[in-house]
């Protein structure tokens, strides 16, 4: 299958500080990508959809200024959390769709960024 | 609005049997597709299956087949043989085909299988 890769892994940071977190699709054009973030043995909570190109759509309560997204090309979009708390620490994942996906169905997804905020 | 629904948190099954997992959703859109994936405790989501809701047919993978009841809006997962490597939480999905192409994820079932 199709290889999204995200980086970094793991990253600690202080409190008020900004991180950013890629995330490319290495072996196909994403022309969607979602950004999730999942807490310790919860399900995946939908953060944002950017599309190549356009802004990004936040969902529900997600502070859009808070957690930045840029989707500037068809291989790579990033999140950035800017001035983070440690409330912000958490498992942040990243999937990709190329444009055939809405047909296959399945989505890429990354492995993961675990952001610790001290 | 979407919504999936994974009724049980977590499930044991004894290795080379079979076990189904449960997932219901509900939407508004009348062209969606539902997905299961399995996250392994090293955070990996992995896709397993996919079901469009005009297909006829119940999706299959290998060991993985989806038992799909369009009008009780189920999407169970039946998987067979179960392996050691089967323990993981798994993930029901949807996305709707014609509300922005949004995916969500059900809350998800922990399943241990059992030497």
């Known amino acids: 299958g199709a290889v999204v890769s995200q980086h970094p892994s793991w990253v600690i940071c202080k409190s008020g500080t900004s991180v950013k977190i890629e995330c490319r699709s290495l072996?196909?054009?994403?022309?969607?990508m979602f950004w999730y973030r999942q807490f310790p043995k919860q399900s995946l909570m939908l953060m944002a959809t950017s599309n190549e190109g356009s802004k990004a759509t936040y969902e529900q309560g997600v502070e859009k200024d808070k957690f930045l997204i840029n989707h500037a090309s068809l291989t790579l979009s990033t999140l950035t959390v800017t001035s983070a708390h440690p409330e912000d620490s958490s498992f942040y994942i990243c999937?990709?769709?190329?444009?055939?996906?809405?047909?296959?169905?399945?989505?890429?997804f990354g492995e993961g960024s675990r952001l610790t905020v001290l | 609005a979407q919504k999936i629904t994974q009724t049980q948190p977590g499930m044991f099954v004894q290795e080379k049997e079979a076990v189904t997992l449960d997932c219901t959703y509900d939407?508004?859109?009348?062209?969606?597709?539902l997905f299961w994936y399995k996250q392994p405790s090293s955070g990996e989501m992995i896709f397993l299956i996919y079901q469009g809701s005009y297909d006829q047919q119940n999706a299959t993978e290998g060991r993985y087949s989806l038992n799909f009841q369009k009008a009780r809006k189920s999407a169970n997962l039946v998987i067979s043989a179960s392996q050691l490597g089967d323990s993981a939480m798994y993930f029901c999905a949807m996305r709707g085909m014609n509300t922005g192409n949004q995916f969500y994820f059900g809350t998800g079932t922990s399943l241990t299988v059992i030497p």
């Open positions: 999937s990709a769709g190329t444009g055939a996906w809405a047909n296959t169905g399945e989505l890429f």
């Open positions: 072996d196909f054009q994403a022309t969607t």
């Open positions: 939407t508004s859109d009348p062209s969606y597709g």
